[in-house]
């Protein structure tokens, strides 16, 4: 079983719509969990922390479920510049990857 | 955020030679990490940095092959050795600070190496 596992995608949605992307990870000792944005060709740039009580950060919310070990990514009123590959990150002593999920959204 | 820069940021290199790419990060950090990324996939971890100490290795990567150095907290050098074809990928070096607002861990990366080994 892969350490970090994402929902494989793509993901087409048109503009506006809210589309929400989930993460499991295998071992309960993960103490910190991270969803970044990486653009084709690009490096991955932190998103956002996800904490145990959820957060919140303009069209994004994150949230984290312990007992279930997952985390979930969830943007409201989607724009085309949201278009890119997501990745779930997980960290234990370093942090391990999701293979990510490719989003695409249309006009 | 952190400001990382990598040097070079792509090469083309042959077959049976070295290639050593320069990480420099803006300020201190405690941990300094390197990726690999084949295109369309996820980061796989190559090693831990370690300063002053030899660098930790992920199952499949050795010393031989990618010898790493830290001489000190805000840079690290990645050797990939006697490359073939298959060494072919982004190298991304990482950083992890800790967030002067949170106190939260946070890592950032480099903007990667493009490698090609013909």
């Known amino acids: 079983r892969k350490e970090v596992e994402q929902d494989p995608g793509p993901f087409n949605v048109p503009e506006g719509a809210t589309v929400a992307f989930n993460c499991t990870y295998s071992n309960s000792a993960s103490q910190s969990f991270f969803w970044y944005r990486q653009d084709c060709r690009k490096e991955p740039k932190l998103l956002m922390s996800?904490?145990?009580s959820g957060n919140e950060d303009g069209r994004f919310t994150a949230q984290l479920n312990r007992a279930s070990q997952y985390i979930s990514l969830l943007i409201r009123d989607s724009k085309l510049s949201d278009s890119a590959t997501y990745l779930c990150?997980?960290?234990?002593?370093?942090?391990?990857f999701g293979a990510g999920t490719r989003l695409t959204v249309k006009p | 955020s952190a400001v990382i820069s990598q040097k070079p940021s792509r090469d083309i290199c042959q077959r049976g030679t070295s290639l050593t790419i320069q990480c420099q990060v803006d300020?201190?950090?405690?941990?300094m990490f390197w990726y690999r990324q084949q295109p369309g996939q996820s980061l796989t971890l190559i090693a831990t940095?370690?300063?002053?100490?030899?660098?930790?290795?992920e199952s499949g990567f050795v010393i031989d092959k990618f010898p790493i150095s830290r001489p000190n907290l805000t840079f690290s050098t990645l050797t990939v050795s006697n490359m073939s074809p298959e060494d072919s990928s982004i190298y991304l070096c990482?950083?992890?600070?800790?967030?002067?607002?949170?106190?939260?861990?946070?890592?950032?990366f480099g903007p990667g190496t493009r490698l090609t080994v013909t």
């Open positions: 996800v904490y145990s």
């Open positions: 940095a370690n300063q002053g100490s030899e660098a930790t290795y």
């Open positions: 990150a997980v960290n234990l002593n370093d942090m391990r």
């Open positions: 300020s201190q950090v405690t941990m």
């Open positions: 990482s950083a992890v600070y800790t967030s002067p607002t949170s106190g939260s861990y946070e890592q950032y």
